[in-house]
């Protein structure tokens, strides 16, 4: 076979292909550097796993909901390039976020936080902050996110109350005092007696953390605020929680009348929780006729109830936009994580700090690389020349797939990737130096230059592709087995040893080969790195001792 | 280099041999003492484990000189807010570190409020990690099943492409690596974080790769070597130790020289970090690794095989042969001690050239 070797073949394809990459790598109007980690460009890190205490099992389907929070609170950030993934399976699953740049301290708290969502009964209803004229009977018109007061059927809505009357609190609010540690959120009370009344009617929404969120137990009466600050509501304890939703679905109804609408799909345990609440609240007069669906302690909407509802489905009708409607039907149906996250890590770097960092990898890098070079010069000569350039190609053709792989699966280019490739040069250069001294073994055994280099290479491929391959095996296992920053420096360790084989293969084969075809070479100069009276062949006995 | 390359030249006819295989007491003599020291500092100082591994928060605030007196500021005023600092220490000259027990992370935004204010420090620029208590478990747990389940596939590997005994020989020297490593991280005090963890399993595949490019020569060598009684299992291991010696020493330079790189770089730009947790790692490692698949493997890979019939044969054939042939010969033909001898080992590099020539007839 190795008589039918065409160095030129190989050198054009290997051409080719790196010509391919480049113009990859280089389309207009896309990145052209490799996508860099927060380790080097600054920025947030925080690693959130599942909290499953032992013999609980974690779905799938809960851990994709969880990610999608995650992934929708974070977009919430509107920081660019925020990035949410997730590496494992179950409960050992890790959700990795990645917020590039300066951000805020209190980003972790916001991310892990779990979103409650509970159904309460309204006790009573006013508006959000002090009217300025008291008007015996104020009626709020409408709540402005939905439009109009929603309400929630059997069936599709028939009787739509489009104004909610307010029952006038007995004391009007300048006369009330209220501490004011009692308004700081969740204003909760466990019987709802007491000052509750008072907090009731001394809360201002414009001026309450309450529209923050905070966190609502479902045990305990609250008072609370419309997430557009216009209504507050006084509520009685949770009728039904967020687990008690099996699916929300926004739809027009079936007679394309009357706008967007939610339908609500119950657990067999949540139907019969709301079979009862329903029944429960039909029977009362406004407002009490109402249930708030409240997230995280604000009332994302308060329809009122027409009439029992058995069948553990219902339908929230109002006059939603298809947003709204979406929007309403991804918190009832995702709101609350399914699982609580504990915080495993968290980095915060900052972007002075990632620069040093890329600015120290990068010398390093180069530092090494130069001190191979010299190092590779001296000793092999012409051949080193070309090991050089195999460098120096391998080097680039890395480069180029770094920057495709950013673009194409999201490959981050973090400190202990760059660490690998800075390791990744050694490996490289080895498989020259395995090539290299089999050919002078060659040349030593007499052979001349033609024959070593290519018999030399038959033995040299071997020993490259078994040593190629224990060296794969650990980055695989290696990545496969572990998170974060050991899966970087894995991956592109990895890489690299396929980038070496590729050109170690291609390139520096084809490139010896043509070398030795020359008349230079074959006339065996002290510079070629091959002469065979340096390597002892034709002086040998003499030479030695 | 001239030089190097007039040795590679005498190493490779087997004119100049270190009889590296026939002293094999000597370097398991060195390497027993090596892991019995790193065993016993192991046991009485343990590592030094970076808060990754314990929990904790770390804080790493910038400042133009950090000097003793930044300490104590630090100090007092993590105290100030609360908290207990287990650790304060000067980084690079520019940077003081400070380490806790693990924070709320509420706890932590107002610890770093803290000492932005105390050092007149933009509250972005301060470097904050906060570990939960479960995450040094988990990437403990997960470095050892990646271990594990590396030696599982390497012994399979190792077992095809070679043979079991070589799969051994290579294992005994990987552990031989990783405990010496860890012996001088115990032993420096150096701090073990996870980019240092990326380090050993480096070494892990690093040391593998070396005695794979070793064993491969004396997979060669000792190929047809029972047909005749020229040479025995161990001679021929250590001709091929011997003439990989040149590639041993050149890749051990090439692969040094990049980490070597990223020390002095690291340390003199960084203080300490990733890079130079790793690259320590990687240095001390390579370096022991070289030896070993050198010293260890090979010696030891001869030692199981010459147990084996056909060798004891063969190694009777040898020691008769040289009798009746050569009366000054014995049976361990090259006797000298770690200095290169120029030995008369002519049968040797016949017996070479007749295995190669035959192989590449092929």
């Not at chain 1, 609980?56 to 949410?84: K, M, P, Y």
């Not at chain 1, 490996?427 to 060659?442: G, N």
Request: proline letters at 4%.
């Amino acid at each position: 076979m190795a008589q039918h070797y065409r160095p030129g073949r190989s050198l054009l394809i290997f051409t080719v292909g790196i010509i391919g990459l480049l113009v990859w790598a280089f389309l207009p109007g896309e990145r052209h550097t490799p996508k860099l980690g927060l380790d080097l460009r600054g920025g947030t890190q925080v690693i959130l796993s599942p909290s499953v205490t032992a013999g609980e099992t974690l779905s799938q389907e809960q851990l994709n909901q969880t990610l999608s929070i995650i992934r929708q609170r974070v977009d919430g950030f509107g920081v660019a390039e925020s990035e949410v993934t997730i590496q494992g399976t179950g409960s050992g699953a890790k959700i990795i976020v990645t917020i590039p740049g300066e951000t805020s301290r209190t980003v972790v708290d916001q991310l892990k936080t779990t979103a409650q969502l509970n159904f309460r009964p309204v006790l009573a209803i006013d508006y959000g902050s002090p009217q300025p004229s008291t008007s015996p009977t104020p009626s709020v018109s409408s709540s402005a996110s939905s439009g109009a007061t929603p309400s929630t059927s059997a069936s599709p809505s028939t009787s739509a109350s489009p104004t909610t009357s307010v029952t006038p609190t007995p004391t009007p609010s300048p006369s009330v005092s209220v501490a004011p540690e009692l308004l700081v959120p969740p204003i909760q009370s466990p019987d709802g007696s007491g000052d509750f009344a008072n907090r009731f009617s001394a809360l201002d929404c414009a001026k309450s953390d309450i529209l923050k969120g905070s966190t609502d137990d479902p045990a305990q009466y609250l008072i609370s605020c419309e997430k557009d600050a216009s209504v507050k509501y006084a509520l009685a304890p949770a009728d039904l929680v967020g687990t008690d939703i099996d699916s929300a679905t926004a739809g027009l109804p079936q007679q394309g009348a009357g706008g967007w609408q939610v339908e609500l799909q119950m657990t067999s345990e949540g139907a019969k929780k709301f079979a009862d609440s329903t029944t429960k609240l039909s029977a009362l007069e406004k407002p009490n006729d109402q249930f708030a669906i409240v997230l995280d302690g604000v009332v994302i909407s308060a329809p009122s109830v027409n009439e029992a509802i058995l069948g553990g489905s219902a339908v929230i009708s109002g006059s939603f936009t298809a947003d709204e409607a979406r929007a309403l039907a991804q918190v009832l149906k995702y709101g609350a994580l399914p699982v609580a996250l504990d915080v495993d890590e968290v980095q915060q770097i900052s972007p002075t700090l990632g620069n040093d960092q890329l600015k120290a990898g990068l010398i390093a890098g180069g530092f090494g690389l130069l001190l191979v070079i010299v190092y590779l010069l001296l000793y092999y000569r012409a051949l080193g020349v070309i090991a050089v350039i195999s460098l120096v190609a391998a080097a680039v053709m890395t480069f180029l797939v770094f920057v495709i792989l950013g673009r194409g699966i999201g490959f981050t280019l973090t400190l202990s990737g760059v660490a690998g490739a800075i390791v990744a040069i050694g490996i490289t250069a080895d498989s020259f130096i395995i090539y290299f001294e089999r050919i002078r073994d060659e040349i030593r055994e007499g052979k001349r230059l033609r024959v070593a280099i290519d018999q030399g290479w038959t033995r040299a491929r071997r020993t490259i592709l078994a040593a190629d391959f224990v060296s794969l095996l650990s980055a695989a296992i290696l990545y496969y087995l572990s998170v974060g920053s050991v899966r970087g420096f894995a991956f592109t360790l990895g890489l690299i040893t396929f980038v070496d084989i590729a050109v170690a293969f291609m390139f520096t084969r084809s490139l010896v080969t043509k070398l030795g075809n020359s008349k230079w070479m074959n006339a065996g100069s002290s510079w070629t790195g091959v002469s065979p009276t340096r390597l002892g062949v034709k002086a040998a006995t003499s030479e030695v001792n | 280099m001239a030089s190097l390359s007039q040795l590679g030249n005498s190493l490779y006819r087997g004119d100049v041999s270190y009889n590296i295989v026939g002293r094999r007491k000597a370097w398991y003599l060195v390497s027993a003492i090596l892991i019995v020291l790193s065993i016993a500092t192991l046991g009485v100082r343990g590592l030094n484990l970076g808060i990754e591994f314990k929990g904790g928060a770390e804080f790493s605030v910038p400042l133009a000189v950090a000097n003793d007196q930044s300490v104590s500021q630090a100090r007092e005023t993590v105290l100030a807010a609360g908290e207990t600092p287990s650790t304060v220490t000067i980084i690079g000259g520019n940077k003081v570190r400070i380490q806790t027990p693990a924070l709320s992370t509420e706890a932590s935004n107002a610890l770093s409020a803290a000492l932005a204010k105390s050092f007149l420090v933009d509250e972005a620029n301060i470097k904050v990690q906060l570990v939960g208590p479960s995450w040094g478990d988990e990437v403990t747990k997960n470095a050892l099943r990646a271990l594990l389940v590396f030696l599982v596939l390497v012994a399979v590997f190792l077992s095809i492409y070679f043979e079991w005994q070589m799969a051994v020989a290579a294992l005994i020297a990987l552990a031989h690596d990783v405990l010496i490593t860890v012996g001088i991280y115990a032993l420096s005090g150096f701090e073990v974080t996870p980019a240092s963890v990326i380090g050993f399993l480096t070494i892990l595949g690093y040391s593998l790769y070396d005695t794979v490019v070793v064993f491969d020569k004396v997979k060669e060598n000792t190929k047809g070597i029972h047909g005749g009684s020229r040479t025995t299992y161990s001679e021929a291991a250590n001709l091929a130790l011997n003439q990989t010696l040149v590639r041993s020493i050149n890749t051990s330079v090439v692969a040094l020289l990049p980490v070597l790189s990223i020390l002095v770089v690291g340390v003199s730009l960084l203080g300490v970090g990733t890079l130079n947790d790793l690259a320590l790692a990687l240095f001390v490692g390579m370096l022991v690794g070289t030896y070993s698949s050198i010293f260890v493997a090979t010696p030891f890979l001869c030692q199981m095989k010459e147990r084996s019939a056909e060798n004891i044969a063969l190694a009777k054939r040898v020691h008769s042969r040289r009798k009746g042939g050569d009366a000054g010969d014995d049976v361990k033909p090259v006797v000298a001690i770690g200095a290169p001898i120029v030995a008369s080992a002519g049968p040797r590099q016949q017996q070479v050239k007749k295995t190669r020539s035959r192989r590449s007839g092929k």
